[in-house]
């Protein structure tokens, strides 16, 4: 989705220039640190947990088995959470282990004409086409491994890129058929305005995902030994995720990570 990729490479640039005016401001007006601060160096080592929220969308389009119908274009908010083990290879560059569990659920809905019977308000009731609302909740998750190259261009910014790699661990669908508002309902649930409901498996649900992550991220050192890291990072999806449809999930992960030294 075009929309999640130009959001990621706004709040990339921002933090950029963020990070470059705060680093002239230092250079031009702090003192230099003094050895004590410096030294001894931190570990090359670190490990940490990470947790966040994922803007998800799911582009493309399959067909529910419920009611044999498409949906195409979802979008979310889902959660991710795991454990990270980094090495600085040098003060520029470093390597990461990410282990995480991803949510890319997302929710469809659109609106549909179809045939209903409609009673007035003297008993009659008669045939007419009616807006209906169909709407359907993709719930996916991954575990997922996701190496990472990290690069740190200057003071605490990084860039980062690496593949992801993991398999399925949730694949289900919660189906509804709403009708208008507009009118009385004498079938399904009157209350909520729900003519049919279902829920259960996806169907023909890939097993294995890949994709690439690209992000920035920032080191915020609060103790001797603890530093802790926003990140942000765009997910691009090389597998589908239905077998046999043209379907895939993307996101705009924000997570915060707490590296301790080890």
């Not at 999640?4 to 005016?21: D, H, K, P, Q, S």
């Not at 959660?79 to 890319?104: Q, R």
């Not at 926003?230 to 590296?259: C, M, Q």
Request: with cysteine.
């Amino acid at each position: 989705m075009h929309f999640l990729r130009t959001a990621f490479f706004i709040l990339l640039l921002l933090a950029v220039a963020v990070e470059y005016g705060h680093a002239q401001y230092r250079s031009g007006f702090a003192p230099s640190a003094p050895p004590s601060v410096l030294h001894p160096a931190p570990s090359r080592w670190w490990i940490g947990p990470q947790l966040g929220a994922g803007l998800n969308s799911q582009r493309g389009d399959f067909i529910t088995d419920f009611c044999d119908c498409p949906f195409e274009d979802g979008s979310g908010v889902g959660f991710s959470a795991g454990v990270e083990l980094g090495h600085f290879l040098s003060d520029k560059f470093a390597v990461a282990l990410k282990a995480v569990h991803n949510d890319f659920r997302a929710d469809y809905s659109y609106s549909v004409i179809l045939p209903a019977y409609v009673v007035d308000e003297e008993g009659n009731s008669e045939l007419l086409d009616v807006e209906h609302i169909r709407s359907n909740t993709v719930v996916l998750s991954y575990l997922m491994l996701n190496p990472v190259l990290q690069f740190f261009p200057f003071g605490g910014l990084y860039v980062s890129v690496g593949p992801g790699l993991g398999i399925n661990t949730t694949a289900t669908q919660e189906y509804a058929l709403e009708f208008s508002d507009e009118f009385l309902i004498f079938v399904g649930d009157p209350e909520r305005r729900v003519i049919e409901r279902d829920s259960g498996e996806l169907p023909d649900a890939n097993g294995f995902r890949a994709d690439l992550r690209v992000g920035a991220g920032y080191n915020i050192r609060l103790a001797r030994s603890i530093v802790f890291a926003p990140e942000v990072s765009y997910v691009y999806p090389l597998t589908r995720i239905g077998e046999d449809d043209n379907w895939f999930a993307e996101s705009i992960h924000l997570i915060g990570v707490f590296k301790f030294d080890l």
